[in-house]
């Protein structure tokens, strides 16, 4: 069974430099993912409210736990506040909203989803007769004092954020009691983002990328003309080299990196596939080569909130 590298967060806390993403996970086929992922090695499992599916993903752990694969303190477990309930005296109760899901007393890893925060409610993109989203005016330190209360209670192990720009991270490290041990960030050979990956360790931040595969899967960001990461030569013709896929090179490249990385299926075979990445070194020559495949093109835009004052990708980086 592979055994998988951590990265330490800074307070003590150890997170497995590969993770399994759940977005998108359907409900009916999540827990089946998960337990196949568990058998195989996997112990890192990335997931959110907002993917409606903590719950599945929470009986896959049980069912281990209980079949004596896995203990609850092997299993790294990351979630997400979604943007509904970014007003300090919800986040506690959201957090808690998880946990019931995944049947779990804490998560290892909570973070702020996005630093957009959308109006207070049960809708979770509550809009307006014209169908525009309603906004929150609610501060990202409010919200993040929500977080420390989280922390402080050992609701999580540790806290972060997620989709944070530099002046955002900012916004965060200049009023808190606890700073972020994480950003996670949309991070692959087209969105290398070298400077904000630069600034996030600079301060201490740790960082993971998602999508590390452009997410072919998203029709409502891409054109079905779009290069696709994982047809990009380059990529083929250093995978011959090692006998690797283009998705493990990619793999291989980000955690070289120093990066953790989220990578999402749900595939026995990929789910085997993408553990195989620690045996082999790219050259920096290589690792340039990859990252000459930068164009800045983001997989998830969000181009229907760029009027939102906290819209993250505004910013230089």
Not at 51 to 75: C, L, T
Not at 237 to 242: E, F, S, V
Not at 268 to 296: A, P, Q, V, W
Request: aromatic share 8%; charged share 25%; proline share 5%.
């Amino acid at each position: 069974m592979t055994t998988i590298p951590t990265i330490d967060l800074g307070n003590g806390v150890k997170m497995p430099v590969l993770g399994l993403g759940t977005w998108q996970a359907e409900k009916e086929k999540v827990v089946q993912v998960v337990k196949d992922a568990i058998d195989l090695g996997w112990r890192h499992f990335d997931g959110a409210y907002d993917y409606d599916n903590e719950a599945g993903v929470g009986q896959a752990i049980q069912d281990k736990i209980r079949e004596g694969v896995v203990e609850r303190k092997d299993i790294f477990i990351t979630s997400k506040l979604w943007n509904i309930f970014h007003r300090q005296d919800l986040v506690v109760p959201a957090l808690q909203t998880s946990l019931n899901l995944l049947g779990l007393e804490y998560v290892d890893l909570y973070l702020i989803h996005w630093p957009m925060a959308f109006k207070e409610g049960s809708v979770k993109e509550p809009r307006d007769q014209n169908g525009k989203i309603i906004y929150s005016e609610v501060s990202l330190s409010d919200t993040w004092k929500g977080m420390e209360e989280c922390l402080k209670l050992g609701l999580c192990r540790a806290i972060g954020i997620s989709n944070f720009n530099r002046e955002q991270v900012d916004k965060i490290l200049d009023s808190c009691s606890v700073k972020p041990v994480l950003n996670q960030i949309e991070i692959n050979p087209y969105l290398s983002q070298r400077k904000l990956v630069d600034y996030c360790k600079e301060k201490g931040i740790a960082v993971t990328g998602y999508s590390p595969f452009a997410s072919p899967e998203r029709p409502e960001c891409l054109q079905t003309s779009d290069p696709k990461v994982l047809e990009e030569p380059k990529l083929a013709i250093i995978g011959t080299k090692y006998g690797k896929s283009p998705a493990q090179i990619i793999l291989r490249w980000m955690v070289q990196r120093g990066l953790a990385v989220v990578p999402k299926t749900v595939s026995k075979g990929r789910l085997s596939e993408n553990l195989k990445i620690f045996d082999f070194t790219l050259s920096d020559e290589e690792m340039d080569e990859i990252y000459s495949l930068n164009c800045n093109r983001r997989a998830l835009h969000l181009n229907w909130l760029t009027d939102h004052p906290e819209f993250p990708f505004a910013a230089e980086f």
